[in-house]
């Protein structure tokens, strides 16, 4: 004895029906074209890689042989301008945790 489907299952399995009509229609891409757009991806991906690299080593050195030359010419007022960050720095530190505790209490 089969029963007759209800409204909502009706409606499910045309929309289910629907959906699987338009994927039954789709064809797999080319698998060539896909390993070419696999590679052309990644080649770009290195360059920018590399680009991004080369950038970061190049700010890095300049900070650094900046903070070496400092270091070296003024050593007085480099020691006390490392002190002054480290103040400012745990000033920082300590209202940013501040803050936090007094958000995560209201």
């Known amino acids: 004895m089969?029963?007759?489907p209800?409204?909502?299952?009706?409606s499910l399995r045309d929309g289910l029906d629907a959906v699987a009509?338009?994927?039954?229609?789709?064809q797999p891409p080319d698998l060539g074209a896909l390993i070419m757009l696999v590679d052309d991806v990644q080649r770009a991906q290195r360059l920018e890689l590399r680009r991004d690299l080369r950038r970061f080593v190049a700010v890095a050195a300049l900070i650094l042989f900046?903070?070496?030359?400092?270091?070296?010419?003024?050593?007085a007022y480099f020691l006390v301008?490392?002190?002054?960050?480290?103040?400012?720095?745990?000033?920082?530190?300590?209202?940013?945790?501040?803050?936090?505790?007094?958000?995560?209490?209201?």
């Open 21 to 26: 009509g338009a994927v039954d229609g789709e």
């Open 2 to 4: 089969k029963r007759e």
């Open 66 to 75: 900046g903070w070496l030359w400092a270091w070296l010419q003024f050593p």
């Open 6 to 10: 209800e409204p909502w299952e009706r």
């Open 81 to 106: 301008a490392q002190g002054l960050l480290a103040a400012a720095l745990a000033a920082g530190a300590a209202l940013a945790q501040a803050a936090g505790r007094r958000v995560s209490h209201e």
